[in-house]
C-alpha cells in the first residue's frame, strides 16, 4: 500500500496599506487576521510613510509575512494604467520602493521576505522581456542577490517573462493564482477593462479558490479547464466585502484539509 498524499498547502496573500493619507481602501487589520502573507503598497500606486509603517507593525505582530508590492510611478491612475519606462529608471524605482518598504520592516522586527509587481506593471511583465528585466534587475539591487545569499523571492504568474527573468538571475520564484479573476485559455487574467474580468459571486470565488489549491486548475472564461501551479492565492483587498470573502475563502480550505502556510 503506497503512503497518502501529503495534503495540500497554499498561501494566502492579499495587498494591504493601499491608501494614501486620509484615505482608506483595504481593511488592512482584518485582511491581516486571515492572509499569511501581505503585499504592502510602497508609495508609487498607493501607500505613504505612515501607512507603511502602521501595516508593517501589524504584520510583525501577527506572524505575517511581509512582501513589497512594487508598481509603476501612478498615483492618480492606482498604477493600472500602461506606462512607458525605460529600464534603468524601472529598476531604479523598483529597488527604491523595497528599500523604503524594508526601513518600516526592520523597524517592526523583521524583513521584506518577497516582491509581487501590482496592476499593470504585473501585466506587462507577463510578456514584456525587457521590462521584467529591469524590475529583476531592481529586485537583485535591493535583495543583494544570490551571490549574497538573500535573493527575494519573485511572487508573479506562473509561467510569465517576470519569472523566466528571476530564474535566470537566480532568485525563487512562487507560482500565483486569483480566485476572483477570470482567465484565458492560456492561464493569464482577463484584462480589467473587459466584461466578467472579476468574479464578484462570493460561492464562486470559493469553489475557485478550492480548485486552485486541490486540483491545480480552473475554468477559463471559455469554459475550458486551464491548469495552475500556484503555492500562493491572493485574496484582492480593494473589493466590498473582501475580509469577509477572504475569511470564508480561509475556513473552506482548511475544512478541504488544506494547509495554509506562507511560502516565504
Avoid at 496592476?119 to 506587462?124: C, D, I, S, V
Avoid at 476572483?180 to 493569464?188: F, I, K, L, M, S
Avoid at 470565488?205 to 486552485?212: D, S
Wanted: proline letters at 6%.
Amino acid at each position: 500500500m503506497s503512503d497518502p498524499a501529503p495534503p495540500p498547502v497554499i498561501d494566502l496573500n492579499a495587498d494591504l496599506g493601499e491608501g494614501f493619507g486620509r484615505w482608506q481602501l483595504t481593511d488592512d487589520e482584518a485582511l491581516l487576521s486571515v492572509v499569511t502573507s501581505a503585499n504592502v503598497a510602497c508609495g508609487f500606486h498607493a501607500g505613504d510613510p505612515a501607512t507603511m509603517r502602521r501595516v508593517c507593525e501589524l504584520a510583525a505582530e501577527r506572524g505575517v509575512v511581509i512582501g513589497a508590492q512594487v508598481s509603476y510611478r501612478d498615483l492618480a491612475g492606482f498604477g493600472r494604467r500602461a506606462m512607458e519606462v525605460p529600464p534603468d529608471e524601472l529598476s531604479a524605482e523598483i529597488t527604491y520602493q523595497i528599500g523604503a518598504l524594508d526601513v518600516f520592516a526592520r523597524a517592526a522586527g523583521t524583513r521584506v521576505r518577497y516582491v509581487k509587481p501590482h496592476g499593470a506593471l504585473y501585466n506587462r511583465c507577463v510578456h514584456d522581456k525587457e521590462q521584467a528585466a529591469a524590475v529583476i534587475d531592481g529586485i537583485r539591487a535591493a535583495g543583494g542577490g544570490p551571490a549574497a545569499g538573500d535573493g527575494l523571492p519573485v511572487l508573479g504568474l506562473p509561467g510569465s517573462r517576470l519569472h523566466e527573468a528571476a530564474r535566470r538571475a537566480g532568485l525563487p520564484v512562487v507560482g500565483e493564482a486569483f480566485a476572483d479573476r477570470a482567465y484565458t485559455d492560456e492561464g493569464t487574467l482577463v484584462p480589467r477593462r473587459e466584461p466578467g474580468a472579476v468574479v464578484h459571486d462570493a460561492d464562486e470565488v470559493v469553489k475557485r479558490a478550492l480548485g486552485m489549491a486541490r486540483d491545480h486548475s480552473v475554468t477559463s472564461r471559455n469554459g475550458r479547464r486551464v491548469g495552475i501551479t500556484a503555492r500562493s492565492l491572493c485574496l484582492h483587498g480593494d473589493t466590498p466585502g473582501a475580509a469577509d470573502l477572504a475569511r470564508r475563502v480561509r475556513s473552506e480550505l482548511a475544512a478541504a484539509g488544506v494547509r495554509i502556510r506562507s511560502f516565504a
